[in-house]
């Protein structure tokens, strides 16, 4: 019979809690105004540092703005972040984004990006899938230093502009490509 040691114990009641810290169902939480208040700052920042941005935004019929993604990888990497859905400027809808990947990475880096859908029916099929995953249907646009990000007549015939912008960090790339979004409540 195996013997349980008091710090095998503490350790795992350690981890339950941390656990269970991570896994609130968000109730009587301010989870909410906390994405509202996030994804106002980084449009903000977005309008002042890529003016181009306010061009998509007013062509756009909603976009997902995700206010900080975190990614980390040493040879299996992945990302996550919370942000919101706006239609007509409200806030209609919370989503996570989470990212798995493997290969030839190590490091990690923090960005925004946001995802404008230029057509009624791209955002119908985003707010009716259960969780859908950014691929080939999404027009790229990167930006890590200060250009200009502008809505180009190629890029504007495209029902999904995602622009990624704010990047900070130690690993090279980023892009939303086979991120999966999922409907949150905070």
Not at 29 to 52: H, K, T, Y
Request: with cysteine; hydrophobic share 40%.
């Amino acid at each position: 019979m195996a013997s349980i040691s008091r710090r095998t114990v503490v350790a795992g009641a350690f981890g339950a809690t941390l656990l269970a810290a991570g896994c609130g169902n968000g109730v009587g939480s301010r989870g909410g105004e906390i994405i509202d208040s996030r994804v106002d700052a980084v449009l903000r920042s977005a309008d002042a540092n890529f003016p181009g941005t306010r061009d998509l935004a007013n062509k756009s019929v909603g976009m997902l703005v995700m206010p900080l993604i975190t990614e980390a990888g040493f040879g299996f990497g992945g990302a996550y972040g919370r942000g919101a859905l706006r239609v007509n400027d409200v806030t209609v809808d919370y989503y996570s984004a989470t990212q798995g990947s493997f290969g030839l990475q190590i490091g990690a880096q923090q960005y925004s990006h946001i995802l404008y859908f230029m057509t009624e029916e791209a955002l119908a099929d985003f707010r009716a899938s259960p969780g859908w995953a950014a691929g080939a249907d999404v027009e790229y646009t990167v930006s890590n230093r200060g250009e200009n990000i502008s809505a180009e007549t190629t890029t504007a015939l495209s029902p999904v502009i995602a622009v990624v912008f704010n990047q900070a960090g130690l690993l090279a790339g980023a892009s939303v490509e086979g991120t999966k979004y999922t409907r949150i409540i905070p």
